[in-house]
């Protein structure tokens, strides 16, 4: 399996003249640290959970019987099956990270059990999505309704078959399994039969819905097969949308769903690495930094309530309590790898190093091993972490792939240089050279890392001067002896030497406590020692029983009660330059206190860790700061801005976001004549005909319908309905207010548990368009 992928990459690589090589997973142990600690967690994850579950999607569509009931959650409303595709994806990660015979089998069991699917579907295809059969025979013939995240009143179809593609990929890169190969060939095929008479309109249309990264995989069957059909194919599933805009150096992502884009991405840059059209790696080098640098948080992680927000107001990321979502930060990832690939630059391997422990590690409960999915950057909120039989998010699918595959990117090779990109323990086998290196550290606890050589050979240990490093401050022994560091911050330090059994390279990365303000410059500051966030552990309610996880109802969001902004401690401080007063605290590593700098909020007992190491509480990562002079005056104006938000979010029931995905999906939205926007930076949605949500209403104390419109807005007509039932007719004018909200009484016979919410345009006129919707009190 090991030379088969090594074959994959090499031939792959051949056609750019790449300037690095990935060595395959299976090459790589890792060692003692915190890498090999959320492995074994996730480890024990994955074997909870019931395969058979997780395979009664498939079965279901092929008309199977079932050996077990489907798992509840998104599995069973409407992306059935996506979970499936992960997990053959993090089985064949896990088996080649391990070596581990029972994952292998889970594997192969799970392969075996789709290829029965395949064979009873007869044409090729493998899928879980609800009745879908007739979903894409209207595609086939060209009856295509497509919105943001629905093809054909389906659930994100082609997002939901991508995780299937790259799961057999995976299992037969990684996993070694050759049915896995045939099978996405078989699957690969239907898709060529099912787009073979659409025109490239109906194509870019079918593409307005996530559709992952269904590009990338299909380049990757060209790659395997060398057949042109599949790269010819893999062109049309690349959104022009999104690439014409990238191509022409233009940023145009604000209010974009997020995760929908990175993938696109990723396929762009695995079309131009196979020696398709080289603007494709233009567009996805583009992307990179414009998501990188101007999109970023210090965790590693972008977007608010899964969107790219304004790149000049992170407001947002303050106020929401849906921050960075994982599933991004693990397609970023991807993204910087085939990058590095190309071009080995120590920014790539920078950011890696700050994702990977500051958000892929930190998404890991450190108990169960549920993972996150929104991390807030919110002061003083949490996160809320998955449960193996009632959670079955996207974040949690990437998220047991991610926490399978830390060795991936330690290491990567160039013909005689070898690239320590991670300081991290773990051994690497050199099939290459007959060397094996093994590096041990206790980073980031340790700020030295060590290698050791056995074997016997020339070549060059490129060595990684991160970013975070100092100039001159980096220091290389080799068996003791100093050895010129040549190099500075984001370079690689070569030594280049006839090694020897029982060499040894001694790498010492001093750190230091370091303040990152959020990216448009306002007045919230993140700390860092090294390329390590730290964050405190915060209790700003008195004896709170925080629930930190899914529970029954499996929601991913954090929605526990919202502390006040102006009640969150604070950096007070005559200057800016205040990283001094940081102190570490005796016998405890990476743990620092702040004496007089921090004000409010149980400053006295606070203390800075690691947040990957920070569970199970509400924290602090981006802290106000203020002057001494204005530090009431700033609490003051916070907590007007705060009061009336604070106010509504008491009042409110539910909610829908309108125009964002996830939140619509999770109200059950439907309509005809649908489409949605942004507009100043806000979503919206209208409809020629009419759209729907279904709100809860649990307690039965629902009294009013709250309706945001745009003031610059005139002239739509429609009426609103609940439960079929017209309460209301709305038309809008013209409102100087600029954002405005509607409220709409809701008749005392018409309160239920579940109220559907209907908006339907008059003749001629247009029902929205609509920014908001709450449920109140």
């Excluded at 991807?334 to 700050?354: G, H, I, K, Q, T």
């Excluded at 070569?494 to 410059?521: F, S």
């Excluded at 800075?608 to 005056?633: G, V």
Aim: charged residues 25%; neutral net charge; hydrophobic residues 40%.
């Amino acid at each position: 399996m090991s030379k088969l992928l090594a074959s994959l990459l090499l031939a792959a690589t051949a056609l750019t003249a790449s300037a690095a090589e990935r060595f395959p997973l299976a090459d790589v142990r890792l060692g003692a640290g915190p890498f090999l600690d959320a492995q074994n967690r996730n480890r024990q994850y994955l074997m909870s959970l019931d395969p058979d579950k997780l395979l009664a999607p498939f079965q279901r569509e092929a008309g199977l019987p079932l050996k077990a009931p489907s798992y509840g959650n998104w599995e069973s409303h409407g992306l059935d099956g996506h979970i499936g595709g992960h997990y053959l994806s993090a089985l064949a990660l896990l088996y080649a990270s391990t070596g581990d015979a029972m994952v292998k089998e889970r594997l192969d069991y799970f392969v075996n059990e789709l290829k029965k699917c395949q064979q009873a579907n007869g044409n090729g295809y493998i899928g879980g999505i609800p009745e879908g059969a007739k979903a894409w025979q209207d595609i086939a013939k060209g009856a295509i309704k497509a919105d943001n995240f629905t093809v054909n009143g389906k659930w994100v179809p082609w997002y939901n078959l991508h995780k299937t593609y790259a799961g057999l990929r995976d299992a037969y890169h990684y996993g070694g399994n050759q049915d896995a190969r045939a099978m996405l060939v078989g699957m690969a095929d239907w898709a060529l039969k099912l787009t073979a008479a659409l025109s490239d309109e109906q194509m870019q249309d079918m593409l307005r819905s996530e559709h992952g990264g269904m590009n990338e995989v299909l380049a990757d069957v060209y790659e395997l097969t060398g057949d042109k059909k599949y790269m010819a194919l893999a062109q049309r599933f690349s959104h022009q949308a999104l690439l014409r805009p990238l191509e022409q150096g233009k940023d145009e992502l604000t209010g974009m769903h997020a995760n929908t884009q990175i993938p696109k991405a990723i396929g762009f840059e695995r079309i131009a690495a196979l020696g398709g059209d080289q603007q494709l790696h233009k567009a996805a080098e583009f992307f990179w930094r414009t998501v990188h640098d101007r999109r970023t948080v210090a965790i590693g992680g972008n977007s608010v309530r899964e969107h790219f927000n304004d790149d000049k107001d992170f407001s947002s990321m303050i106020n929401a309590v849906e921050g960075p979502e994982t599933c991004n930060t693990y397609n970023m990832l991807r993204l910087s790898e085939m990058l590095f690939l190309r071009d080995p630059n120590v920014r790539y391997a920078d950011y890696m190093e700050r994702a990977l422990f500051n958000h892929i590690l930190s998404s890991q409960n450190p108990d169960t091993g549920g993972l996150v999915y929104f991390t807030p950057m919110r002061p003083n909120h949490y996160r809320v972490y998955s449960e193996v039989d009632n959670s079955m998010w996207c974040c949690v699918g990437s998220g047991i792939e991610s926490q399978s595959k830390y060795g991936e990117f330690i290491y990567a090779h160039d013909k005689d240089a070898l690239f320590v990109n991670l300081y991290a323990s773990s051994t690497l086998e050199w099939h290459e050279k007959g060397v094996r290196i093994t590096q041990t550290t206790r980073f980031p606890d340790a700020d030295t890392s060590r290698l050791t050589i056995d074997g016997d050979g020339v070549f060059t240990v490129k060595l990684r001067y991160p970013g975070w490093v100092a100039r001159v401050a980096m220091q290389v022994k080799v068996n003791g002896k100093p050895v010129k560091v040549d190099g500075k911050p984001g370079s690689y330090v070569n030594v280049t030497r006839h090694w020897r059994k029982g060499d040894r390279v001694d790498v010492t990365l001093p750190m230091r406590t370091t303040l990152e303000r959020m990216p448009d410059q306002s007045n919230y500051y993140a700390v860092l020692r090294g390329p390590i966030v730290l964050a405190a552990k915060t209790q700003p309610f008195a004896n709170e029983k925080l629930n930190v996880f899914a529970g029954d109802s499996g929601s991913q969001v954090p929605s526990g009660p919202v502390c006040p902004l102006e009640a969150a401690p604070m950096f007070v401080s005559d200057t800016r330059d205040f990283v001094k007063k940081f102190k570490p605290v005796k016998g405890e590593p990476m743990t620092f206190t702040a004496p007089g700098l921090i004000q409010g909020g149980g400053a006295a007992v606070l203390k800075l860790i690691p947040f990957f190491r920070l569970h199970d509480s509400r924290y602090m990562i981006y802290w106000p700061y203020s002057t001494p002079a204005n530090a009431q005056a700033t609490r003051e104006a916070t907590a007007k801005a705060e009061a009336e938000r604070i106010a509504e979010g008491a009042q409110t029931i539910d909610q829908v976001a309108p125009g964002e995905q996830q939140p619509e999906s999770d109200h059950a939205f439907a309509g005809e004549g649908a489409d949605a926007g942004v507009a100043r930076g806000k979503h919206w949605r209208r409809a020629s005909g009419w759209f729907s949500y279904v709100l809860n209403d649990r307690k039965l104390e629902a009294k009013i319908l709250r309706l945001t419109f745009d003031g610059g807005d005139a002239g739509a007509t429609f009426d609103v309905l609940v439960n079929g039932r017209q309460i209301a007719t709305v038309t809008l004018e013209k409102n100087t207010q600029g954002f405005y909200a509607k409220d709409v009484a809701i008749p005392s016979e018409l309160v239920n548990e579940s109220l559907t919410v209907k908006f339907v345009a008059k003749p001629g006129a247009m029902a929205g368009r609509l920014y908001g919707l709450r449920l109140l009190r």
